[in-house]
C-alpha cells in the first residue's frame, strides 16, 4: 500500500492567526513544530495499518515548514516551490490512498483562517459546485482514479469534506469561535485521534471512492475586485462572466486546474 499525504498549516490545533502561520513571524517555529508531530501522526497510522511506502507533500505558503529531520525516518518528503502539481505534489496513479492534514474550510465560509488557495479568491467553483482546497486537492486525486481516505482540520473543514466524500474519515482538531479563535484540542490529543483515524480508514480501503470530475472540467473563479478579473483573463482561453468572475474549461480536471492556478498566480502578480 502506497500512501499520500499532504499537510497544510491553517488546520493544524492551536493555529489561529495568521502570524503563526508565516515564516519569521511570531511563534512561526513553534507552530512548524506542531505541523510536523500532526504530519508524523498520520504516518504513523499508516505504517501501522502496513503501508509500505508514505510520501509526504508540504503544502503551506512557502512549503518549506516540515521538520524533515524530526519526521518519521521512512517516509519521503517533498519540500519547497514551485512545484507543478502544487499541495498535491508527488500524487500519481500509484497510489491507493490521499489524506489531507491541517486543512482550512474554504473562503467566505465561518473557518479559522479560511481562504482557498490566496486571500484574492471568494469562490472556486468546478462545474457550478462550490469547493475549498479539499475539494479542489481531492479531484486531482481522483483524475489519478485515488480516493482521499482522511480529512483533518476545523469543524467547519471537516464538515465540508464528510459533504464531498461521505465516506471520509475526519478528524475535528478545534472548533471555530470567529475566524481568529477556537476552541482546540491538545496537540497530543489531535495527534492521537489522527493516528487512530489513519490506520481506521487505510485498514478499509474498500469503504472509499475517488472524487473525479467529469471531462471537460469547467474551473470558475469570483476574485475580490475587478482588477485580480481583469490579470486573470490575461490567460490564454480565459472567459469573463462577470465584473468579478473569471472561468476556464480544460479538456479534463487537471488541465482545468492548472488553468486555475495559472489565473489565481495572475490574479496576484
Not at 492551536?14 to 508565516?22: A, M, S, Y
Not at 478528524?171 to 470567529?178: A, H, N
Not at 490564454?236 to 488541465?255: H, M, N, Q, S
Amino acid at each position: 500500500m502506497k500512501v499520500f499525504i499532504s499537510v497544510d498549516m491553517e488546520g493544524i490545533s492551536g493555529v489561529v492567526n495568521w502570524k503563526q502561520t508565516e515564516y519569521g513571524k511570531e511563534d512561526y517555529e513553534r507552530f512548524r513544530k506542531l505541523m510536523t508531530q500532526e504530519a508524523n501522526a498520520a504516518i504513523e497510522g499508516a505504517f501501522d495499518a502496513g503501508a509500505r511506502e508514505v510520501v509526504v507533500n508540504d503544502s503551506h505558503g512557502s512549503m518549506r515548514n516540515l521538520i524533515i529531520e524530526d519526521l518519521n525516518p521512512e517516509v519521503r518528503l517533498v519540500t519547497g516551490s514551485t512545484k507543478f502539481m502544487s499541495m498535491m505534489e508527488g500524487i500519481g496513479p500509484d497510489f491507493d490512498a490521499a489524506i489531507f492534514i491541517g486543512y482550512h474550510s474554504r473562503a467566505s465560509s465561518l473557518g479559522v483562517l479560511n481562504h482557498t488557495y490566496s486571500g484574492g479568491v471568494t469562490h472556486y467553483r468546478v462545474n457550478g459546485k462550490t469547493m475549498g482546497e479539499t475539494g479542489m486537492n481531492a479531484l486531482v486525486a481522483g483524475y489519478y482514479h485515488v480516493p482521499v481516505v482522511v480529512v483533518t482540520g476545523d469543524s467547519e473543514v471537516t464538515k465540508e469534506a464528510r459533504e464531498l466524500l461521505p465516506a471520509v474519515e475526519t478528524v475535528t482538531v478545534k472548533e471555530p469561535r470567529s475566524q481568529f479563535s477556537a476552541l482546540c484540542l491538545h496537540p497530543k490529543k489531535a495527534q492521537a485521534l489522527i493516528k487512530e483515524a489513519v490506520a481506521k480508514a487505510l485498514s478499509n480501503l474498500g469503504n472509499y471512492k475517488p472524487l473525479e470530475a467529469p471531462a471537460p472540467a469547467t474551473v470558475q473563479i469570483e476574485f475580490h475586485t475587478s482588477g485580480q478579473a481583469d490579470a486573470a483573463c490575461v490567460m490564454p482561453g480565459a472567459r469573463r462572466i462577470d465584473p468579478l468572475t473569471v472561468e476556464f474549461t480544460g479538456k479534463d480536471y487537471l488541465e482545468a486546474y492548472r488553468g486555475a492556478r495559472t489565473m489565481i498566480s495572475l490574479a496576484h502578480m
